[in-house]
């Protein structure tokens, strides 16, 4: 069976009536392929934990595990590519959940940077002060979830990562259209939904686990009451295990009142990108950091530099003689402004590179 097939089997599990996440994580520690689960005979599913007898009998009666290929192909065809749970490009942290997505649809690409992704989130209409800490924020750590951030993101040069309630063909509000293509272009746009559905609201708070779950914290900017999906998405972080921040608000004003009572429960104040850098080094994947390692060069022992790394670490200046800004970088190392901001944001994480107001960067030493 080839790789589409493989995916078929996803595709043709993944439309099996009232077998969801929950079902098929439980049914993966019996059977490691969706291929037999499908091919699983009466007895065997019923050794299956918690199986039901209705889920047992939709299991059953989706016999053909190469039913979906037309369909994959078709998929592919419009350029949306399917993340099964056993791809190796499936966000790592997304799988250590009790109920992950076994299957994502995917607009764009993710890469190894988006496993240092931090979300933020926030109310709909917030005011020019949550606007402006968004935008701040965001552009300093090149990562985002609410148009805000994204945008922000985006013109800093960065990446970012959208989830959708809806299916990854749906572009809801209408009006983002151009920011959509951009995200699939410059980052990725993701979503368990099936294409076609509709951003129904019982689809935003499921959505949400993912936005945590694949992420190293969640950061909340504004949030209108404690019912909302930005406090959502902060309480399934805590129960994820992942960091939660808030941005305080004025204490005149109700959605500042609310993040201010995040910081009370225990959420970290933070006012930059660095608040949050610095807190979450200790986490990141070695490949990202080496906190013994001297942060003005490269040393043996420390994580070994890519040569796109080791080609900007080399045009940047030590603190105190100088400093590059973000256009200067590209031209001189002639890799587009995305690479390099990507690249830029993987040498600060390790503690090599410190980012200066207005895009600009030095060696730190």
Request: hydrophobic share 40%.
């Amino acid at each position: 069976m080839d790789h589409l097939d493989h995916l078929a089997a996803w595709l043709t599990l993944s439309r099996v009536p009232g077998v969801g996440p929950v079902a098929v994580r439980a049914l993966l520690e019996l059977f490691p392929q969706p291929e037999q689960i499908l091919a699983a005979d009466l007895s065997a599913l019923r050794q299956v934990p918690d199986l039901s007898p209705a889920q047992v009998d939709a299991l059953r009666a989706s016999r053909d595990p190469s039913a979906g290929r037309p369909e994959v192909e078709a998929l592919l065809a419009q350029g949306i590519t399917l993340l099964a749970w056993d791809d190796p490009q499936y966000p790592e942290r997304l799988r250590q959940l009790p109920d992950p997505p076994f299957l994502l649809y995917c607009r764009g690409r993710l890469t190894e940077a988006d496993r240092a992704a931090v979300a933020m989130v926030g109310c709909r209409n917030p005011d020019a002060y949550g606007e402006a800490m968004a935008k701040r924020i965001a552009s300093g750590l090149a990562r985002g979830i609410d148009s805000i951030a994204q945008q922000a993101a985006l013109d800093a040069g960065g990446r970012t990562v959208a989830v959708l309630g809806s299916g990854v063909d749906v572009i809801y509000p209408p009006e983002h259209t151009e920011l959509y293509h951009a995200m699939a272009e410059r980052g990725a746009v993701l979503s368990e939904f099936p294409p076609g559905a509709e951003p129904l609201a019982g689809h935003f708070p499921v959505r949400n686990r993912i936005i945590s779950g694949m992420s190293l914290g969640v950061v909340v900017v504004q949030a209108m009451s404690e019912k909302s999906g930005s406090l959502i998405t902060a309480k399934l972080a805590l129960e994820q295990n992942r960091e939660v921040y808030a941005v305080p608000g004025s204490a005149l004003s109700h959605a500042g009142r609310v993040a201010n009572r995040l910081i009370k429960a225990g959420a970290h104040l933070v006012e930059e990108a660095e608040d949050i850098l610095q807190d979450l080094r200790p986490q990141l994947p070695g490949r990202f950091l080496n906190l013994d390692s001297s942060p003005a060069s490269p040393e043996p022992g420390c994580r070994e530099l890519s040569s796109q790394e080791q080609r900007l670490f080399s045009l940047l200046p030590e603190l105190g003689e100088g400093s590059v800004n973000l256009d200067t970088l590209a031209q001189q190392s002639k890799l587009a402004i995305s690479e390099v901001s990507q690249h830029l944001l993987s040498l600060e994480l390790s503690g090599l590179v410190k980012k200066l107001p207005g895009n600009y960067y030095v060696r730190v030493g």
